[in-house]
């Protein structure tokens, strides 16, 4: 009995190793000698650091006493210039007209691209830059002098330290305060930096090429695993490094927003120095996005049917709190807005009060929660343009607008719309309102300007979504197209030079979410990849579900809704192998988007789209409960495509899946959770699952097989609690699987038979539950 017990301690700690990931021996979070060294101490988290004259330096950085630095750490990194003259640099005013510099043109291949004419500006500030100094804080007494360290608790079971460098009071930069901010959330591995730059000099400097966090991780720690993307010019904004086996290590974490943001092979974090630089006038004063390290650590531990790693239990559990309680990802019920259908595929600009209605019919028949009218909504200077630049409705094609959307409110659909950084120069109220509200230079697209989010137009933008929600009960908007990454520095704007802008722009939109959640709350936001950098723009991170509820990945997929932008019956007859092919493809794209995003919370990935569109049978209910499994990675949005091409046999799996995933969701908290430790790695050819388990073990998990492997399969559930005795059941089949201890279903006994691109849903409840 004694030895059983010992097992299954084990076994709980092997699975879930709170005690490993979470909580050490208590240390005082902050401790200062009176030499300069100080600790921090964030459980098996350790940084210890020393501050002298000559600066601030990290020593140590230990993950359970085993130190993963290569060498001192210069702890940070920017370069200083001074303005010549002494002069603020101004913003340029339109010498133009109306010539655009940047015009861009929609563009349809696999993905949605851009055609992009760049028009180089050649205009220049009057103000040119003198490098100063070069400053990293383990070397930085030329440029500094004084030095306070301060320790403080902002709110209870949070711990503060700020070092303060001031620069000297005998050279051209004196009135240049740096600080060094750490912070330490009790009950995690983790400690969060900053970097606050102060000037109170005479002069209007610069500074660039800032690494928040400039250290340097042994060689043995730099087995990187990005747990976000990388790509279009963004790296992964959470990048582990660790040993070989991925026991031991840290998340490297970034704040920084889209391309920005750099976290380099070695672990240092910062500012990308090809898009960031910023102005400082006497008496302002700039503080970074922070960056934190998360410590991980425990064994590597073989399954049944793969190795669970320290690293991946960590992300999948205390990591995922850690995001949300302690760096702000925003907090919200997905169970209000999805399942989503949006109306792009196969209808793009072309719909209208009479379609829209129709579809409204259908997707509620089917279990849809919220309907989003994509492009196509609003006033066009053209009937059939697919651009549409306007937050006003389309009086042909919705000649009473308010009544369209009561009528969807009516069905017991929530109102979603598309909007858009783009005005009419001709028709938009807001450059009536702000005529030099456009970015500089200027950028086109089908005849409309691109607006500054770096100018208070971010705010007019902000009301106006507002205006939306309290004049047709949208609750949902979806924000697209590039703007920000081409640049801003048009005279009265916020940024002062054209790098500057960048950082300024992104800042600016979401100080718009920000604005636009304080009078609507209830509204859920959406950005897509388009309008956070280009088009396809780059992956979601961090930052953004800080100020957003949902963001929308690269690339659009169009998998089996043959001609994206036509009407399903105006197509001619297709091949139904080929398009059965193409949406058991856009199943497994879709798992590959979701896995990637996995460091952050999936029920905030969006991937465009399942559709939902059926050419004389392409659509099969085995291909149906495919789209259904695969966007359950997530949860399930966006569904995308013709519904009038629906079966009834269609409608009914929809109708059926969909309320299985909101029951499941409803008793479960199923959309909260994505469990990936222990078990095979997505694939197409062969099984692999994932569980949506609660705290209890209690949940769904999702079972796939490919076009081989096995007809059979032991399944093992790692995620629940060994102690517990579980009753499974298998949805689609709607059969009982057994009664299983927890034992039993982390040692794989349950047994699973599927066909060649089969799947399941398996429902894990308490025994009790007959």
């Known amino acids: 009995m004694l030895l059983i017990k010992w097992l299954i301690c084990v076994c709980f700690v092997l699975f879930f190793p709170i005690g490993i990931t979470r909580v050490q021996a208590q240390l005082p979070p902050i401790v200062i000698e009176d030499n300069g060294s100080v600790e921090l101490n964030a459980g098996l988290l350790k940084r210890k650091l020393q501050v002298d004259e000559m600066g601030v330096r990290t020593e140590v950085l230990s993950v359970s006493d085993r130190n993963i630095l290569s060498g001192k750490a210069p702890e940070l990194t920017f370069r200083i210039y001074c303005a010549v003259p002494n002069n603020a640099p101004e913003g340029l005013a339109d010498a133009s007209g109306t010539e655009s510099a940047i015009s861009l043109k929609d563009d349809l291949a696999e993905t949605d691209q851009l055609q992009v004419n760049d028009d180089d500006v050649s205009n220049v500030q009057q103000v040119t830059w003198k490098q100063v100094a070069t400053c990293s804080a383990s070397t930085w007494g030329t440029v500094f002098a004084e030095h306070k360290i301060i320790q403080f608790q902002p709110e209870p079971n949070v711990h503060q330290l700020r070092v303060r460098y001031r620069s000297k009071e005998t050279g051209n930069l004196d009135g240049l305060a740096v600080d060094v901010v750490y912070e330490i959330h009790g009950e995690y591995p983790a400690i969060r930096k900053w970097i606050e730059i102060t000037n109170n000099s005479k002069l209007w400097l610069k500074f660039d090429s800032l690494m928040i966090d400039d250290i340097r991780l042994s060689a043995d720690y730099r087995n990187i695993v990005d747990l976000t993307p990388s790509g279009r010019g963004a790296v992964s904004s959470i990048r582990a490094f660790s040993d070989n086996d991925q026991a031991l290590g840290v998340l490297q974490v970034s704040e920084v927003p889209s391309a920005l943001r750099v976290i380099s092979e070695e672990g240092a974090m910062g500012y990308h120095p090809d898009h960031f630089e910023w102005v400082l006038g006497p008496a302002e004063r700039f503080k970074s996005e922070p960056v934190f390290t998360y410590a991980y650590t425990g064994s590597s531990t073989k399954t049944t049917s793969a190795v669970s790693t320290a690293l991946d239990r960590a992300v999948e559990t205390h990591f995922q709190q850690y995001l949300q309680r302690v760096v702000g990802l925003k907090a919200f019920d997905p169970s209000v807005s999805v399942p989503l259908w949006c109306s792009w595929s196969n209808y793009g600009p072309l719909i209208n009060d009479h379609n829209m209605k129709i579809a409204a019919d259908i997707a509620a028949d089917i279990g849809i929660k919220t309907m989003l009218l994509d492009a196509g909504w609003s006033e066009a200077k053209t009937p059939n343009a697919i651009a549409r630049f306007s937050v006003v409705p389309d009086a042909a094609n919705f000649p009473d607008f308010s009544q369209t959307t009561t009528y969807i409110r009516d069905k017991g659909l929530n109102t979603g719309l598309w909007v858009t950084c783009f005005r009419d120069p001709e028709r938009s109220a807001d450059l009536k309102a702000l005529p030099g509200a456009y970015s500089y230079p200027k950028v086109e697209r089908d005849g409309a300007l691109a607006m500054s989010y770096a100018s208070n137009w971010r705010f007019y933008y902000a009301y106006d979504l507002v205006t939306l929600y309290d ?110 092919a193409r949406l058991i493809a856009g199943c497994w794209n879709a798992r590959q988007q979701f896995f990637v995003h996995r460091g952050l919370p999936l029920r905030s990935i969006e991937y465009y789209g399942a559709a939902t569109v059926n050419f004389a049978g392409s659509l099969t209910p085995k291909i149906q409960q495919r789209q259904l499994c695969s966007w359950f990675m997530g949860v399930p949005s966006v569904f995308a495509g013709d519904l009038e091409s629906l079966s009834e046999l269609n409608r009914s799996v929809y109708r059926e899946g969909f309320a299985l995933l909101d029951r499941l969701n409803k008793q479960y908290d199923v959309y909260a959770y994505f469990q990936f430790s222990g078990v095979p790695a997505p694939t197409d050819t062969d099984w692999h699952w994932w569980g949506k388990l609660n705290e209890t073990g209690c949940g769904a998990v999702v079972v796939l097989r490919g076009s081989g492997g096995a007809d059979t399969r032991n399944i093992n559930v790692p995620w629940v609690q060994p102690e517990g005795t579980y009753r499974v059941r298998a949805c689609f089949a709607n059969r009982e699987a057994g009664v299983f201890s927890g034992e039993e279903l982390i040692n794989g006994k349950l047994s699973l038979a599927l066909e060649r691109y089969g799947q399941e849903i398996l429902e894990i409840m308490p025994a009790a539950n007959r």
């Open 471 to 580: 004049r047709y009960h949208a609750t949902y908007f979806k924000q697209d197209l590039t703007n920000i990454k081409f640049g801003d520095i048009a005279k009265g704007h916020d940024s002062r030079t054209p790098k500057e802008s960048l950082l300024r722009g992104l800042r600016g939109l979401f100080e718009a979410q920000e604005a636009i959640a304080t009078m609507a709350p209830d509204v859920q936001l959406e950005l897509t990849h388009e309008i956070y950098w280009g088009t396809p723009g780059t992956p979601c991170d961090v930052a953004a579900l800080k100020y957003v509820h949902y963001f929308h990945v690269p690339p659009n997929d169009y998998a089996g809704a043959g001609n994206p932008r036509q009407r399903a019956a105006a197509q001619p007859l297709l091949n139904t192998d080929s398009l059965q």
